[in-house]
């Protein structure tokens, strides 16, 4: 019978984490499931070549049900399907959220994720280029860099956003998130630098860790109420491993409630339509989805502009602010300000422009994820349930407005032309008066992801958590949900520097309760 100490379901942003950090201790056992095959994709490590890995053999590549709010159009849900995964074809764009959203979540519950405690879990992974401060460490494993050589039209997004009144912010995650400037980046010698190369590469001659790839987990086994190993297929072959101390489950935030439900935790009664045995009634299970939901304006240029560099991550510059349209203390828009021209989700190299995205980063549309089948290779069902709440619509109206205006200001001169998304003769958002030609018409028939879904095994204690402070899953031994699934709340922000952070922190919470 095989064991190990630990079992790691997932090598994405918080599974290499916390497979690095348990085999610090040379006498520590891990093995690290990864359902996706190591990296081999060249594309992978050029920063520029990021859109070329959606939809290919290292993206899950999952469709979300038809989205009755965006005109039941299906939307591509982007998830790493390979070694390091989201943060292996990710835009590589380093944003750790506000310190709003981190203290919004120890008030629903959860002791010890304000944001004073979980800054120290940012620093430690951090190696960043301009040194050691308040807010950024340099002993870590993962290289957070400035642009090597940002475009001139990123520049000028910044200058023509200062120009109507933007604060200058040198440093998203500083002392305010609020601002414009450059996005840092994790990239590493101008290549892309993953969770993996950070963390897992560098470590794999240790004799106390295992690494296999290619091994899909069908199933959690238990013991009553106490996990006791999980069960993979592996070359068409079903694998049974035990464990002496905990499953660690970072699968996702699709495929963590998804392996949750076809081991018996979550609603009962979706469970029981399935035929699936009950282990524990947890009706948290794939509820609470929650994602930002992007839009483009896009331009075409007055004159052909230079090639991007390979360093380029095609969203070098943004914003942070506050639409003044909802409650929330932190920014409740983003901006990514992109040297290409974008469609909604597919950029369009062969003409010269520039796209300015505007993302709805406080959303409060919920959806779900729940299983079609008992069959552990069927895919999730995911309804995410974009723009329910009229409030995230009106926000995003408010973003098109802004950015046309940046568009238009003194700080772009003569370099943007024709706009032709949503175009010129799309001025309106009284969606009644013009269903056809309005802003509101345009979103619904082209937003899109920006590919940070989470939320659903929130952490927490209320009627749908399904994990507690420490990650634990609620009334089950021995199994924590460790990646972005256990946000209750969605981050300001990218998600892949907070979901490193929750490995950091879970690390050592595994650590401190070891039997």
Known sequence: MTQYDYVVIGAGSAGCVVANRLTENSETTVLLLEAGNPVNKPEIQVPVAWPSLLGTEVDWAYWTEPEPHLNGRKILCSRGKVVGGSSSINAMIYIRGNRHNFDHWQKL?????????????????????????????VDGALSVTDPIAPTATSKRFIEAAAQIGYDRNPD?????????????????????????????????????????????VTRILFKGTSTIGVE??????????????????????????????????????HLRSLNIPV?????????????????????KSTQTLPAIASTSNLVEAGLFLHSGKSKELAPDLQF????????????????????????LINPQSRGTVTLQSANPT?????????????????????????????????????????????????????????????????????????????????????????????????????LRVVDASVMPTILSGNTN????????????????SRT
Not at 242 to 263: H, R, T, W
């Open 109 to 137: 519950g959860n002791p010890g994720w304000s944001y004073e405690e979980v800054l120290p879990y940012f620093k430690k992974s951090e190696n960043q280029q301009r040194g050691r401060s308040e807010f950024h460490g």
């Open 172 to 216: 998203f995650n500083g002392t305010q998130q609020e601002g414009v400037g450059l996005y840092q980046l994790t990239i590493k010698d101008g290549k892309r630098h993953s969770a993996a190369a950070a963390f897992l590469v560098p470590i794999l001659d240790r004799p106390n860790l295992t690494v296999q790839t290619g091994a899909l």
């Open 232 to 269: 993979y297929l592996h070359q068409g072959t079903l694998q049974q491993v035990y464990v002496n101390q905990e499953v660690i489950l970072s699968a996702g935030v699709f495929d963590s409630p998804k392996l949750l439900m076809l081991s018996g935790i979550g609603n009962a009664e």
């Open 279 to 299: 282990v524990a009634d947890l009706p948290g299970v794939g509820e609470n989805l929650h994602d930002h939901p992007l839009v483009v304006v896009g331009y």
């Open 336 to 359: 990514l300000f992109s040297p290409v021209l974008w469609g909604s989700s597919d950029s369009a190299p062969d003409v010269s422009g520039s796209t300015l995205i505007c993302c």
């Open 378 to 478: 069927d895919s999730p069902t995911i309804r995410v349930n974009y723009l329910q709440q009229e409030a995230d619509l009106q926000v995003l109206v408010e973003g098109i407005k802004i950015a046309r205006q940046i568009a238009h200001s003194g700080g772009f001169g003569e370099v943007l032309g024709e706009e032709v998304a949503p175009g010129s003769d799309i001025i309106s958002d009284e969606r009644l008066a013009q269903p056809t030609a309005g802003i509101a018409a345009y979103i619904r028939q082209t937003a899109t992801t920006y590919w940070h879904p989470v939320g659903t095994c929130k952490m927490g204690n209320d009627s749908l958590a399904v994990v507690d402070a420490q990650l634990q899953v609620h009334g089950i031994e021995g």
């Open 497 to 512: 520097a907070s979901t490193i952070m929750i490995g950091e922190k879970a690390a050592d919470l595994i650590k401190a």
